[in-house]
């Protein structure tokens, strides 16, 4: 079992920067594929950014390319989602996920563990 927990979510201006973290209970943090993924209000959970076990594997949206990264520190049991030039249509709930996988995936039902979500709110 694996339990996640979200921060750094918050109010933003367009054009300003976010950096949200996860942090992973368990032992084999390595083996499990991660991803977040958001939701903005009346629309369906999308997948923004995953990343594989090793970290060497990564997955962005068309939408936030060049504009978000994903990172992860397995030491510390931890995935990040650094937003930048941020803009209002970025405004949802962000959940952190992990598969019981070593790749990452891209599909809602690919994942098995949850966190809680945190809000993103970009202002114009």
């Known amino acids: 079992q694996v339990q996640l927990v979200e921060s750094g979510g918050g109010l933003v201006q367009a054009g300003g920067s976010l950096r949200l973290s996860c942090a992973a209970s368990?032992?084999?943090?390595?083996?499990?594929?991660m991803g977040w993924f958001r939701q903005a209000p009346g629309k369906e959970r999308e997948c923004v950014t995953a990343?594989?076990?090793?970290?060497?594997?990564?997955y962005y949206a068309d939408s936030v390319k060049g504009r978000f990264t994903i990172s992860r520190d397995n030491a510390e049991k931890t995935v990040y989602l650094q937003m930048d030039s941020l803009k209002p249509e970025d405004t949802a709930v962000y959940y952190c996920?992990?598969?019981?996988?070593?790749?990452?995936?891209?599909?809602?039902?690919?994942?098995?563990?949850w966190g809680q979500g945190t809000q993103v709110t970009v202002s114009s």
């Open positions: 990343i594989s076990g090793s970290g060497r594997n990564t």
């Open positions: 996920a992990a598969r019981s996988v070593t790749y990452y995936g891209t599909e809602r039902y690919e994942y098995d563990f």
């Open positions: 368990g032992r084999t943090f390595s083996s499990y594929g």
